[in-house]
């Protein structure tokens, strides 16, 4: 299943699933990144780290590591 770290600037979709480390994964579902919700990928800052995502008109910034556990 593709990840949210496989997209590009202007992606947006729907989240599907939550996957990796149990903290992550709390930490991701306390900012709203949870199955259902739509996320946009709204850039990325230089050398590709960290991914620039909004989530219910909040911005957030994503290490690649904690992107790969968001499945879309």
């Given at each position: 299943?593709?990840?949210?770290?496989?997209?590009?600037?202007?992606?947006?979709?729907?989240?599907?699933?939550?996957?990796?480390?149990?903290?992550?994964?709390?930490?991701?579902?306390?900012?709203?990144?949870?199955?259902?919700?739509?996320?946009?990928?709204?850039?990325?800052v230089t050398f590709?780290?960290?991914?620039?995502?909004?989530?219910?008109?909040?911005?957030?910034?994503?290490r690649r590591s904690?992107a790969r556990c968001?499945?879309?």
């Amino acid at each position: 299943m593709q990840t949210i770290a496989d997209t590009k600037p202007g992606f947006s979709g729907t989240i599907a699933n939550l996957k990796g480390d149990a903290h992550i994964v709390e930490r991701l579902a306390e900012l709203g990144l949870v199955p259902g919700n739509t996320i946009r990928v709204t850039g990325v800052v230089t050398f590709g780290e960290p991914l620039l995502v909004e989530v219910k008109g909040t911005h957030i910034a994503l290490r690649r590591s904690e992107a790969r556990c968001i499945q879309i």
